[in-house]
């Protein structure tokens, strides 16, 4: 089984996340933070991956943190789950419309960690989450994770389903791309050897 428990604990955050990744879309989020734990039940739902996820962090100061380190503690289980990486079929991309709105994220689980960032909105907040938020949270994941990550909301105009679709869009990738390819085996989708 591909699973992972991860602990991190700092003075601003304290979280706890177990993943398998072979599951069936169950999660248990509560980050304190509404929209976050919506976005996160999310991307365990269309990525079957199991999030199991508790969050205690400084919301008087703002939320923060707490989004930050979340993404850093699901992109650390992600990468620990996966291991040697062997079998894998590495690279995926989903689009995801919802209502008005159309998004794409493509990825490579390739351990060298990038983001780009296409997705522009239009309001400040959404709930009591900062947008600028959004943006930090994919980071931290992909850093953790190693992945590169390229995310870019083609067109919409409501910000709540453009980050949603960002968020589903994550997870149908992830999806396929953490699958393990029956044509290739245990050998690790690389020339390098490496991964």
Same mark, same amino acid.
């Given at each position: ?27 248990? $989020? ?8 919506? !976005?996160? #039940?999310? +991307? @365990?739902?269309? %990525? *079957?991956?199991?999030? =199991? ?34 079998? $894998? ?8 419309? !919802?209502? #008005?709105? +159309? @998004?794409?994220? %493509? *990825?490579?689980?390739? =351990? ?34 190693? $992945? ?16 949603? %679709? ?30």
């Amino acid at each position: 089984m591909r699973i992972a428990k991860v602990n991190r604990k700092t003075k601003e955050t304290s979280i706890e996340a177990e993943i398998n990744l072979d599951g069936t879309g169950i999660y248990k $989020i509560d980050t304190g933070i509404g929209f976050l734990n919506h !976005m996160l #039940e999310q +991307l @365990s739902k269309h %990525s *079957l991956v199991d999030i =199991n996820l508790k969050a205690k962090g400084d919301l008087h100061i703002d939320l923060h943190h707490t989004t930050e380190d979340s993404g850093i503690v699901i992109g650390e289980a992600i990468a620990k789950a996966l291991g040697d990486k062997k079998g $894998i079929k590495r690279y995926a991309h989903a689009y995801i419309p !919802m209502d #008005e709105t +159309l @998004s794409r994220v %493509s *990825l490579d689980i390739s =351990n060298r960690p990038y983001l780009i960032w296409n997705v522009k909105l239009k309001v400040e907040k959404l709930g009591e989450m900062d947008t600028e938020l959004f943006k930090e949270w994919f980071q931290a994941f992909s850093q953790s994770a190693g $992945i590169t990550l390229h995310v870019e909301n083609i067109y919409g105009d409501n910000s709540h389903h453009i980050i949603e %679709s960002c968020f589903k869009g994550l997870a149908r990738a992830l999806r396929l791309a953490l699958e393990k390819d029956s044509r290739a085996g245990d050998s690790l989708p690389s020339t390098k050897g490496i991964l």
